[in-house]
């Protein structure tokens, strides 16, 4: 299994952005899809996006799309989620993950590994 860790999180003010960032190691990064998950307090977790190998699909969830920006760097073992315009309903705790499907799931049952997550937190 991949060990994924995840930085970049923090405390901001809405519509400002925050760059998310998820360090792979362990097996062969650029072979699999890979999603950024979210779970804010009392509910569940639930996919914001999720990228193929090679970059070329993507998903968004509806709630983030034109706001989000999901990419990936292969050479680095490292993929991003570009948040612009947040708003207090982005506070949450984000966590990215590993499937070994090469195109994106939405379930997070589909993903095989997940990072610690990193806390979002967008006051009004």
């Known amino acids: 299994q991949a060990q994924l860790v995840e930085s970049g999180g923090g405390l901001v003010q809405a519509g400002g952005s925050l760059r998310l960032s998820c360090a792979a190691s362990g097996r062969s990064f650029s072979s699999y899809a890979m999603g950024w998950f979210r779970q804010a307090p009392g509910k569940e977790r639930d996919v914001v996006a999720a990228i193929s190998w090679d970059s070329d699909t993507t998903y968004y969830a509806d709630s983030v799309k034109g706001r989000f920006t999901i990419s990936r760097d292969n050479a680095k073992n490292t993929v991003y989620l570009q948040m612009n315009n947040l708003k207090p309903e982005d506070t949450a705790v984000y966590y990215c993950?590993?499937?070994?499907?090469?195109?994106?799931?939405?379930?997070?049952?589909?993903?095989?590994?997940w990072g610690q997550g990193t806390q979002v937190t967008v006051s009004s």
């Open positions: 993950a590993a499937t070994y499907r090469a195109y994106p799931r939405l379930q997070q049952g589909e993903y095989s590994s």
